[in-house]
């Protein structure tokens, strides 16, 4: 069992997300969570719930999404919380993700600029050598986004952009996003079988693989 720190920003892709958690805690994870002021803003319109200003509401959405038994696996904090457990290197954290990552949050993780629990969580991933997965959501992307996700992947990071694939042939919106929910838990090395696998040209085109839902949150 591993205890992982979701971090959430005002970025559009709120869907990965909750996709992600479900993902973690379905297979046997502990997840602390913070959502910064703007993802309190786009949760609202892109999930239907209202988290609070600054997550204080979000603990109480879990057990609707996870169900009352594996919501005790996960631990929010407000934006503001800098005194949480995450703040601090001792808390032996598994790794940091912050997904999605808005532009504003990576330029300031990637100067060193702790504003909230979720950038200092992120510092923290840095200055400890633990893995930190950036989830960046934006396009087009200016020289001063590329700059900065380069800046962080020369000092650890891994940079995963919520870029879905279409070599799996995707049905649903699920689809797409497992697709990219399976990359970041293997590049966590968290066991999965969230996304469809690549299997190559020779087999026929075929529906095997293809919509596979993400692992059920056990009761």
């Known amino acids: 069992m591993t205890r992982y720190f979701l971090g959430i920003t005002g970025a559009s892709g709120h869907p990965y997300a909750e996709s992600l958690l479900k993902a973690l805690v379905a297979c046997g994870h502990d997840v602390d969570i913070a959502i910064t002021e703007a993802a309190a803003k786009v949760m609202r319109h892109e999930l239907g719930i209202d988290p609070g200003d600054h997550g204080e509401k979000l603990a109480a959405h879990l057990p609707t999404w996870l169900g009352e038994g ?7 904090f407000t934006s503001g919380a800098v005194e949480a457990p995450p703040s601090s290197g001792t808390s032996l954290t598994g790794g940091v993700i912050l997904c999605p990552c808005s532009m504003g949050t990576m330029a300031r993780v990637s100067v060193g600029f702790s504003s909230n629990l979720v950038e200092r969580a992120a510092d923290v991933a840095l200055k400890e050598g633990k893995k930190l997965l950036i989830v960046p959501r934006e396009t087009p992307l200016s020289i001063v986004h590329l700059e900065n996700m380069l800046r962080l992947a020369r000092l650890g990071a891994i940079v995963l952009p ?6 799996h042939r995707p049905k649903t919106r699920e689809d797409l996003v497992h697709h990219v929910v399976g990359k970041i838990l293997d590049r966590l090395g968290v066991e999965n079988s969230v996304g469809a696998r690549w299997k190559g040209l020779a087999e026929p085109p075929g529906d095997e693989g293809i919509g596979r839902p993400a692992p059920e949150v056990p009761e």
Not at 70 to 76: E, F, G, T
Not at 162 to 167: E, Q
């Open 70 to 76: 594996p919501a005790k696996r996960v631990r929010v």
């Open 162 to 167: 919520a870029m879905p694939g279409f070599y």
